[in-house]
């Protein structure tokens, strides 16, 4: 335990001196990236998921300074498959095509393709009960969770490509 504190403080000490900076502390590449940045309004029930986290994660614009698009596809695939051919998995893909363009001119600062999954449990007829082992609404929740955690995970992969790549887009 002893020993474990003083590796820690020993790392905390170190991070300036490799030049670690916060990506949103004074003079970090993020710094000043709250706010700047609004966010089209969402279409349907996963673009209002994927815009909710962006603001969480950007702030709300009062004065934008650049203005980002987003065009959203999913896919969904069957995964678990049981030897009577009944899928009992889903994956569920997206693809998050991004543009940031400047308000002031209406160029392009920055644009890109984000990608993930995730999956969800698909119920299976129960032979011995003669009945399905899940309902309709535990289904469905299942679906739509599955879809915002995914929302989610392509807005935090958004943000992670913004602030790593903000010092070339906001000269």
């Given amino acids: 335990m002893w020993l474990s504190k003083r590796l820690f403080l020993a790392a905390l000490v170190a991070l300036p001196a490799c030049g670690f900076t916060p990506a949103y502390g004074p003079g970090g590449v ?14 349907d029930e996963e673009g209002y998921y994927l815009v909710r986290r962006l603001e969480e994660r950007l702030g709300r614009a009062n004065a934008p300074q ?7 596809k999913l896919g969904q695939d069957g995964l678990g498959i049981t030897p009577d051919q009944e899928i009992t ?3 569920v893909g997206g693809e998050l095509t991004w543009v940031l363009r400047r308000t002031d001119d209406d160029s392009v600062a920055a644009d890109g393709l984000e990608r993930n999954f995730t999956a969800y449990s698909a119920p299976v007829f129960d032979d011995t009960r003669g009945s399905i082992a899940g ?3 535990s ?7 599955a879809r915002e955690r995914l929302m989610v995970i392509l807005a935090d992969q958004l943000v992670a490509r913004l602030i790593a790549t903000s010092p070339a887009w906001r000269q």
């Fill in 89 to 91: 998995r889903y994956r």
């Fill in 139 to 145: 289904i469905l929740t299942a679906k739509r969770d």
């Fill in 66 to 72: 650049y203005r980002l698009s987003a065009s959203l």
């Fill in 30 to 43: 993020a710094e000043g990236l709250r706010g700047i940045i609004a966010v089209d309004a969402p279409s």
């Fill in 135 to 137: 309902n309709t609404v």
